[in-house]
């Protein structure tokens, strides 16, 4: 995403990274994007941390088939 995300703009598209993490969470997940990609992407777009799932639950991205012994469940990736 990140490396199209130039393009997805010319588009007039808006794009946005949600997730149920917190947001310390997402500095160490963006750490490894950018080691796994070479060092040579940047996340120029929101990281939206959604940890009570109310944005992900409203928009139907939740998938209760992640939940474990009482863990609240992963948003479908």
Not at 26 to 50: C, N, Y
Request: net charge negative.
């Amino acid at each position: 995403m990140a490396r199209r995300y130039a393009e997805l703009k010319k588009m007039d598209c808006k794009v946005a990274f949600l997730s149920v993490d917190p947001v310390d969470r997402h500095q160490d997940w963006l750490e490894d994007i950018v080691v796994h990609a070479g060092g040579d992407v940047t996340i120029d777009f929101p990281l939206i941390a959604d940890e009570n799932r109310q944005i992900s639950t409203a928009y139907g991205m939740v998938d209760f088939y992640s939940s474990e012994q009482g863990k609240l469940p992963l948003t479908v990736r």
